[in-house]
């Protein structure tokens, strides 16, 4: 008994040095191949300097900076596609599986972590954009951000404009290929809507254009998550007409405000079906308010923020006749053009120049995350959404959000089949739930925080879509694939059915079309992570 478990130990040990000295050797080899290869400037191994520097720099959500998870072997940075073409070949050879980074902003980290061997294809070089006015046209390459997209065209032109999403550090290579949602997408679309090419490495290494990929797979990588199917260099996206001028309005409200509430029961009534002009935000949290005594209270505020693509003497009686219970005035109202309603909600000032968007680095201290989201296709009653709110109370002032983006208008126009993206007419709006908190809590806390979140959405159930319960991809959550009685993946089958429960979620039954066209494009299926899109032939 005794000398079995020492033996057993033995041969752990000596198992797990084989296999340490096996991971070194593929390491060491998959370098020597890439040295071999590309220059050595953009090869950054563990042992390189400023490996940290470039593996943190966008590391987008904090709450994975002290991951263990998060050491790629290698990160790449190449220039030109030359560049990426070898990093497959080493790739294949040596097993080490692909990370493609482009913004860094997966919510749950994808692109720079993993269990399994990997390293990080970074593709913060290739950024080039070329704006074509004439055409209302642009190309633009997968590491270059919405920022700088956005500023590109306003420097161009002021009546024309992109319907990405807000935040100008995303990446442009993940947002498109994941949906894009943003103040423009009720107006325009959404940024994966307004993709006309792309040009894409396949798992063979082959360069394709839309005409060379063919339209099945055009389908796949515009709101699918591309990084499924193939490295994306180039997007190539229609440009939309901008009013010269846009309006934007912020208020913020006390929820235990009786005009609040009425102005929130009406929203959810009325905030899809507006003018499609008109997008309207809600965000829910804590906050220490002082009374004229100078008592401290803590209570929760609305925060009601707004573009209209339009003046605001047209956005006057359509607010009066939409929410005239909250009593808005011209003066409430700021007009600017579209490229400054940008800066604005990037938490800039007005009249700073447009080179801030420009900025790689999020203007707000960025917190630790984790974020959930729903779909609303009804109203959720009042005293459940009392309850909801309520609970914002149970986390750090201020660090709990609950938020609402609407739907509607150009979005419910398209069919739910046109792109991977299924979100389309009948739904309210989207709900997100996200915990957050400072850096540097221990492990307690942080799982307090992150038991908080999954509880608040797992208490929303009977409210929101269902069958399947929708989710949006780029709000990533890791959550939603786990179905404890489809653990066994050994079978092509298992497989495929274990990802159908986060497939069908952010998908509908457009995933099943996505593993079909990942079967014929991606056969082994080079292309792999977390969540990636399982052929039917794996295993
Ligand atoms: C593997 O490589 C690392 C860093 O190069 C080294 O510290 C470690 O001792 C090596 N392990 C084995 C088992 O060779
Ligand atoms: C707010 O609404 C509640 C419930 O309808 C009512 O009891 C209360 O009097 C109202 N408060 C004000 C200030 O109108
Ligand atoms: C709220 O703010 C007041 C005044 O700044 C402060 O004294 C009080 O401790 C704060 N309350 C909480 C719970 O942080
Ligand atoms: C970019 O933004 C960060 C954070 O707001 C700021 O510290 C930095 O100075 C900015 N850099 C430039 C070049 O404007
Ligand atoms: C974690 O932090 C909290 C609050 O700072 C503290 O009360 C708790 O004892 C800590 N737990 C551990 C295991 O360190
Ligand atoms: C797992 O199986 C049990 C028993 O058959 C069933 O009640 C439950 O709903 C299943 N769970 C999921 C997520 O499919």
């Not at 997408?185 to 993709?195: E, F, K, P, Q, V």
């Not at 707004?306 to 605001?312: D, E, L, V, Y």
């Not at 908190?437 to 409210?463: A, C, F």
Request: aromatic share 12%.
């Amino acid at each position: 008994m005794k000398s079995s478990f020492v033996f057993a130990k033995i041969a752990i040990l000596l198992f797990s040095l084989v296999l340490l000295a096996s991971a070194n050797h593929t390491h060491e080899e998959f370098l020597q191949c890439l040295s071999s290869r590309i220059p050595k400037s953009i090869i950054y191994a563990s042992n390189n300097p400023s490996y940290s520097n470039v593996l943190d720099s966008t590391t987008q959500n904090p709450r994975f900076l002290s991951s263990s998870t998060r050491n790629p072997s290698v990160i790449v940075t190449p220039f030109k596609i030359s560049h990426i073409q070898p990093t497959i070949y080493c790739s294949k050879k040596h097993g080490v599986q692909i990370r493609i980074r482009s913004g860094g902003h997966d919510y749950e980290g994808l692109s720079y972590q993993s269990s399994v061997p990997f390293f990080i294809l970074d593709l913060r070089n290739i950024n080039s954009i070329q704006v074509d006015v004439e055409k209302k046209s642009a190309w633009v390459e997968a590491g270059a951000t919405l920022g700088e997209l956005y500023y590109s065209i306003a420097k161009k032109s002021k009546t024309l404009g992109f319907p990405g999403g807000l935040c100008s550090t995303v990446g442009v290579g993940g947002q498109l290929g994941g949906g894009g949602y943003g103040y423009q997408s009720r107006t325009y679309g959404l940024a994966s809507d307004n993709i006309i090419d792309a040009q894409l490495i396949d798992a063979r290494g082959r360069i394709l254009n839309r005409k060379s990929m063919g339209e099945d797979l055009f389908w796949a990588i515009r709101g699918g998550g591309a990084g499924s199917f193939g490295i994306v260099i180039a997007w190539k996206v229609r440009l939309i007409d901008v009013p010269s001028t846009v309006t934007v309005f912020e208020t913020v409200r006390m929820w235990e405000d009786n005009v609040t509430k009425k102005f929130v029961h009406r929203y959810q009534r009325r905030a899809s079906n507006i003018d499609k002009d008109l997008t309207i935000f809600l965000g829910f949290r804590t906050t220490n308010t002082s009374d004229e005594q100078g008592n401290s209270k803590i209570q929760i505020i609305t925060i009601i923020s707004a573009t209209f693509h339009g003046s605001r003497d047209r956005l006057l009686p359509l607010m009066q006749e939409e929410f005239p219970e909250l009593g808005l005035g011209k003066e409430d109202f700021k007009e600017m053009s579209w490229v400054q309603s940008i800066v604005h909600y990037n938490n800039y000032k007005d009249d700073d120049p447009l080179e801030v968007l420009l900025n790689k680095t999020v203007n707000f201290e960025p917190n630790p995350f984790k974020l959930k989201s729903d779909y609303v296709k009804k109203p959720i009653p009042d005293d459940v959404l009392e309850k909801l709110l309520a609970r914002l109370y149970e986390e750090d002032i201020g660090y709990d959000f609950v938020e609402f983006f609407p739907y509607g208008g150009k979005l419910s126009e398209i069919s739910e089949s046109e792109i991977p993206f299924p979100h389309r007419a009948g739904n309210l709006y989207n709900l997100r739930y996200m915990a957050s908190w400072k850096q540097g809590e221990n492990t307690t806390r942080i799982n307090n925080h992150l038991s908080w979140v999954r509880s608040v959405y797992d208490s929303m159930t009977p409210y929101v879509s269902k069958n399947p319960r929708g989710a949006y991809l780029n709000f990533r959550d890791l959550d939603i694939g786990v179905n404890p009685n489809e653990s066994d993946t050994t079978s092509a089958y298992n497989y495929v059915k274990q990802a159908s429960v986060w497939g069908t979620k952010y998908f509908k039954n457009n995933f099943y079309k996505m593993v079909f066209i990942k079967t014929l494009v991606d056969p082994t299926n080079f292309f792999t992570y977390e969540q990636s899109i399982p052929p039917i032939l794996h295993h």
